[in-house]
């Protein structure tokens, strides 16, 4: 059992960010969600926010830390796709997917990080994608700002490691959600082909690796990208 701990995880109200939600309170921790709209799972605090501003991401953790305490793990999961080819990429589909999977996640984990740094102790978890590092025709706004978190944790990493806090950025590959779910059946079957694993995965099976690496046991991990993707970004 691993000590239990105040947890932020942004976008809980559906898809990977419900599943990671789910998981953490199943291990026993004090868990929070951001949300737009709906709610988390039952047993967790859901505060509105909207990653893409300060000033709400603010409001949310101070609400969590006055109703949980001081958040000691946070996973900055909100994202969101705009897919075209490059040709056709306006700047403000570019600009938003940008502002809200890569600028959201540092509004959080710049909030996250005082606490942290207070507690001398604290566990990052960005999710990427693996699309990040692998590429993927029309995702260029997508994949660039899953690319950016690599080097937004590898740079916390070195700037906070040495205070007890890890950043690390699990990065899934198909995992059968919404956003999963809006491609076309011949293009998810034409994916499935590419993934050794020969499917999509479950949100649980990608929540389960964002806990152990939350976990105690995971200290000494940092500024690791860790696929949880049956084996299609390998090498990358
Ligand atoms: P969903 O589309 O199911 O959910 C996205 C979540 O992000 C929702 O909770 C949504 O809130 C929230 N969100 C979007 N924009 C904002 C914003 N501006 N402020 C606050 N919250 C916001 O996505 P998934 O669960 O599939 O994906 C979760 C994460 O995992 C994303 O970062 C995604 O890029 C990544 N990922 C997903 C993969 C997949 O196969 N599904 C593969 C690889 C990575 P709301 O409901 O209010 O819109």
Known sequence: MTTPRTVLVTGGNRGIGYAIAEEF???GHRVAVTA????GPAGALTVRADVTDAASVDAAFSQVEAELGPVEVVVANAGITKDTLLMRMSDEEFDTVVETNLGGAFRVVKRASKG??????GRIVLISSVVGLYGSA???NYAASKAGLVGMARSITRELGARGITANV???????????AALPEAQQAEYKKNIPAGRFASPNEVARVVTWIAGDDAGYVSGAV???DGGLGMGH
Do not use: N, Y
Not at 36 to 39: F, M, N, T, V
Not at 116 to 121: E, G, I, T, V
């Open 226 to 228: 860790i696929p949880v």
């Open 116 to 121: 942290m740094l207070k507690a001398r102790w």
């Open 170 to 180: 699990v990065a899934p590959g198909f995992i059968e959600t919404d956003m999963t």
């Open 36 to 39: 737009r709209s709906g709610e």
């Open 25 to 27: 309170l199943a291990q």
């Open 138 to 140: 029309g995702q260029v």
